[in-house]
């Protein structure tokens, strides 16, 4: 399959690589209907880290999910990387996602029978590229993340922290201008943790490219540049930081 390129980002539109306004979201209809967003306005810049932080149940997975373009918004207005999300449909919109977003989630998702450069190589393959190159690639993007002895191991020879490694890399292996993160270090203890924070600071942040991180852990909050702090389905107040450490 041979995907087509869809709106490419242009300069401006990776300075603000996603933009809500006024974005809400229902779940149910009349007595039983739930507010989980309630016009939302929010920027992310390319080039930063952007984290969501709040109590479960205050509507960060439903914003992350709607921005990639998981989720439909009850009303508002969503542009990624420049393109309006109301205008991509079916096929499009999963050629979109395909091209310029990256996904990581608290849990690892890697196929138990492929080794951690054929797991890492999924996206490239999906994307109609050869299995042999696909897997080069994803072994010059495992060596990035510290996993270069690891490329031919199985899921059930790793650790926490090296699976989600595999995942970052798998994330990271098309170049998407957008990756998402839900809960990256949940899964996993204190320093594990920190130290998958510290990969996507290296390895993720970089110019033109956006990075969103949903997350309850005060513990990496110093890792954001931008910290977003969201309760009932709003968002409360953006805090900008001056991060510590280098990308």
Do not use: W
């Not at 995907?3 to 809400?24: D, F, M």
């Not at 919109?93 to 450069?117: D, S």
């Not at 852990?217 to 309760?231: A, L, T």
Request: charged letters at 20%; one cysteine or more; proline letters at 3%.
């Amino acid at each position: 399959m041979t995907v087509q390129s869809i709106a490419p980002a242009t300069a401006a539109s990776l300075a603000r690589a996603v933009v809500c306004r006024g974005v809400t979201k229902d779940f149910g209809e009349g007595d039983t209907r739930v507010q989980a967003l309630r016009g939302v306005n929010l920027d992310v810049l390319g080039g930063e880290m952007t984290l969501l932080v709040g109590e479960s149940g205050c509507g960060k997975t439903t914003l992350i999910s709607i921005v990639a373009g998981l989720l439909d918004p009850t009303a508002g207005e969503v542009t990624v990387l420049g393109q309006s999300l109301r205008g991509l449909r079916g096929r499009r919109l999963v050629q979109f996602r395909g091209q310029h977003i990256g996904f990581v989630f608290q849990q690892y998702n890697l196929l138990p029978a492929l080794t951690a450069a054929e797991n890492a190589a999924v996206p490239l393959i999906i994307a109609g590229r050869k299995r042999a190159e696909a897997v080069a690639k994803a072994r010059t993007v495992l060596e990035a993340v510290g996993l270069a002895s690891k490329v031919n191991s199985l899921p059930s020879q790793l650790s926490g922290g090296q699976q989600q490694r595999v995942a970052i890399a798998r994330a990271l292996v098309h170049e998407p201008k957008l990756l998402v993160c839900d809960e990256p270090t949940a899964a996993l203890d204190a320093h594990s943790g920190q130290t998958v924070m510290q990969l996507l600071r290296r390895v993720a942040v970089q110019p033109g490219r956006a990075v969103i991180v949903v997350t309850h852990d005060n513990r990496v909050f110093g890792y954001g540049d931008r910290i977003v702090h969201m309760s009932d389905g709003a968002i409360e107040r953006v805090e900008e930081r001056t991060v510590a450490f280098s990308s």
